[in-house]
């Protein structure tokens, strides 16, 4: 009888051992499913995962900060941007483990600042500007407490249809930037993405009674959004 009380307790810690035991199993094999050994040690995204896959990214934009500049025959004008915004789309297709091509297109609007002449105040009508082009980016993957997370140096280039106000015609544009940005993806399919960085924008107002005027915007430009593995 006074082997029972030890007996049980071995049971009891045997069993636990092995419940313990079996929940690093399933543990294990999460991860597994998450991560692969990468190269010179370290742990690196899964290949199959959300960063290998076609992705959908849409995000809302914020434009501050910069410079508008016109330019014709005579007089240049420089003067300051106003806060805009805008929305877009793009489609993220990975060619290469650093690489990643696809096409995109987005709406911004451009709000130039008033500029005041001799006492008299002149404004500016907003500019529209829907722009069709490529983005290619730059990428490394990382893990991140299992999650894989992408950051990159990305480029977006394409043409712009820009028209002035709500009357204005349209006319044909240059539109380029540099952002440097991340994602992050929460699971399989769903993901967030932040960037920041620079856009230049540039086109030209054709006038049939005044000379032609080159316009070029830089700005501040941030974007927030989703990323959607397909």
Known sequence: MTHAPMFAKNLRSAGLLS??????TLVAGRADAQVIQAEGGGTGVASGGPTEQWRLN????????????????????????????????RLEIPIHKY?????????????????T????????EN??????????????????AGNPFEVYIGIPVGLSVCAAGAGGLPEV??????????????????GFLLETGFRRDGFRDRNE?????????????MNAGISIAL
């Open 117 to 124: 002449v001799l006492g008299f105040d002149i404004e500016f």
């Open 99 to 115: 690489v990643v091509l696809g096409p995109m297109f987005d709406y911004h609007l451009l709000n130039p600042a008033d500029i």
């Open 58 to 89: 849409a995000y809302g934009v914020l434009r501050g900060g910069g410079q508008w500049r016109g330019r014709t025959d005579g007089a240049d004008i420089n003067r300051d941007m106003r806060v805009g915004g805008g929305v877009g789309a």
């Open 173 to 190: 544009g240059v539109s380029i930037g540099l952002m440097f940005g991340a994602q992050l993806f929460i699971n399989d399919t769903f």
């Open 127 to 144: 500019i529209h500007a829907l722009t069709f082009g490529v983005w290619s980016k730059g990428r490394y993957v990382l893990d991140l």
């Open 209 to 221: 009674d005044v000379d032609d005027v080159r316009y070029r915007t830089l700005q501040f430009v």
């Open 19 to 24: 419940a313990a035991l079996a929940l690093l």
